[in-house]
């Protein structure tokens, strides 16, 4: 048995959480192999909404266990609400949450390096959640991180001040900011409570033994391809390896045990904070995107950036992810519009390519658009690809004879039941 990958394809923000959701019924674990609470995996069902900030989004499917890998970082403060959430919803939890040993921690003190560090960039900013993502990354290369397992230990406070003691000696370079340290310090060491109350595994003898044993297993990631710390737009992307390679260093896994890499992309483009977007739109139908899309960060309640969708970043995203098959979310967002436009190509000094260079940071990407008849009704109650609109399918024909990916989802909402199956 593999494992199959879900992964975002674009700058995050591409409905992870509810194919995830959707796909957890077949599967048997749902694992987290990258990121932290910088997630944000938004799902809606009967008549609720849910935000997944460091739990697998297989968590409301009753007979699914779920795992937070070893690849992901936790911060306790948001675990513990996390899972006042899942309790007052009503949601048994305490037998299907797994945490992997070797998943390290979050401190306060790296969420006030985080906002000092970025307070300090001023223009130069990269748009982080403030989290304490990077700063934990940085510890956890550096060799001198805390881990899950390590609350366990009896020197573990001996620990905890050595490294708050180090974060506190780095801070001296940066101006002063506004973060009640004490009063965080003592949530967290609160919240540790619910973090020794669940099941702690070595994940990687769990994921593999689950693999000898015959079950199946969705790794979810989160944030987007384009925000993967070696491969997205450095250095505008997150601390962790966000395509499917992470899966294997994230959950412990070989590559020969890889299945189905499914990647999702919405029927537009946004992106969250500073960085490169080839297809922006600064315009009405920039702000018509955002508008009928709902646009803001399920984390940061930050507006996204909205443009047409970027099909060069696509095929990139599918060659270093080796994506098998596609979901297309947001459909219904361009229900509004009378024409609708998707990138090709780019022009760059004069010169027309289809590859993403090197850097796009510092290059002026200019995009050359192709433009198509839109559907303008509404595609809600639908469920059958076949009773789309011709304009709509047409579109999503369109979209795949271009990335030479087959979709086999498409979501027309929020919701758990607007999604057509193929």
Known sequence: MAIDVILGLQWGDEGKGKIVDYLASDYDIVARFQGGPNAGHTLKFDGKKFVLHTIPSGIFRTEQKNLIGNGVVIDPITLSKELDKLRDAGVSFEDRLLVSKKAHLILP??????????????????????????????????????????????????????????????????PPVDFDLEAEEARWMESLNELRALQMVEGEYYINEALKAGKKILAEGAQGSMLDIDYGTYPFVTSSNTISAGVCTGLGVAPSQIGEVIGITKAYCTRVGSGPFPTELHDETGERLRAEGGEFGATTGRPRRCGWIDLPQLRYTIMVNGVTQLVMTKIDVLNIFEEISAAVAYKIDGVETQALPYDICDQELQPIFESRKGWEVTLDGITDFDALPKAAKDYIAYIEQQLNVRISMVSTGPEREKLIVR
Not at 127 to 142: F, H, Q, R, V
Not at 147 to 168: C, P, Q, V
């Open 109 to 174: 003190t790296h969420r006030l390096l985080d906002a000092a560090s970025e307070n300090a960039k001023g223009k130069a900013k990269i748009g982080s959640t403030l989290k304490g993502i990077g700063p934990t990354y940085m510890d956890k290369t550096g060799r001198n991180g805390l881990r899950a397992g390590d609350i366990a230990r009896t020197n573990f406070m001996e620990r905890y001040l050595a490294l708050k003691e180090k974060h506190l000696s780095l801070l001296e370079i940066y």
